[in-house]
């Protein structure tokens, strides 16, 4: 079982919310790690959007505008990035990233789809 | 403003190395730790190590244990990634990141 599932695909409507998860496996305590959240379009590098862990331990991105939310599903296990007012410019491939017994993993990516 | 520019793409053999660098500026380079990622087409992103400027020390990814080699020089405040014995399927983007900032990548084909 991987370290970070993520659904290989979403779609949503521009104008509406998408909630992108990010499961942990099972056994793995998710209130202690931090979730980093990147956004990556065809063609260029992934773009940090922020990290979070609580809502007391966030930080959001240089630049990246405050309809980009991290928040966490305790009894699903999930890091949650939920984009509200979604605009066209938000389709992308999404990536989530946790420091997981020495080194950093990523998530297999969701490519969000807006239509 | 920070920028992580990386050198240009590469076509090797199997078997033969290569070696990535990725210069910086508007940071201080010791200051935060450089991470390698890769992306292989189509597929998604793999985290190969990390090395602290400031000291040189690294940390590979199990799966890069002795065959990815980085280090760094601090006098030009550049980070960089060999990787030897090289397998087609190393064929990928190579990124740079201080995980908030990001190279632009350098592609990597290894082909016969």
């Known amino acids: 079982q991987a370290v970070l599932t993520q659904p290989s695909s979403l779609s949503a409507s521009p104008g509406t919310s998408a909630s992108l998860t990010c499961t942990v496996r099972?056994?793995?305590?998710?209130?202690?790690?931090?979730i980093y959240w990147y956004q990556q379009k065809p063609g260029s590098p992934p773009q940090y959007l922020l990290r979070?862990?609580?809502?007391?331990?966030?930080?959001?991105g240089s630049g990246v505008p405050s309809r980009f939310s991290g928040s966490k599903d305790a009894p699903a296990n999930a890091g949650i990035l939920l984009i509200s007012g979604l605009q066209s410019e938000d389709e992308a491939d999404y990536y989530c990233?946790?420091?997981?017994?020495?080194?950093?993993?990523f998530g297999g990516g969701t490519k969000l789809t807006v239509l | 403003q920070v920028q992580l520019v990386q050198s240009g793409a590469e076509v090797k053999r199997p078997g033969a190395s290569v070696k990535v660098s990725c210069k910086t500026s508007?940071?201080?380079?010791?200051?935060?730790?450089i991470h390698w990622v890769r992306q292989a087409p189509g597929q998604g992103l793999e985290w190969l190590g990390w090395i602290n400027p400031s000291n040189g020390d690294t940390n590979y990814a199990q799966n890069f244990q002795g065959w990815v080699t980085m280090t760094r020089d601090t006098s030009i405040n550049t980070a960089y990634m060999e990787v030897t014995r090289l397998k087609s399927d190393d064929t990928a983007m190579y990124y740079c990141?201080?995980?908030?900032?990001w190279g632009q990548g350098t592609p990597v084909t290894v082909s016969s």
């Open positions: 979070y862990k609580s809502d007391s331990e966030k930080h959001q």
């Open positions: 990141t201080t995980l908030i900032f």
């Open positions: 990233m946790m420091w997981q017994k020495n080194a950093w993993v």
């Open positions: 099972s056994g793995i305590n998710l209130d202690s790690y931090t």
């Open positions: 508007g940071y201080s380079f010791t200051g935060y730790y």
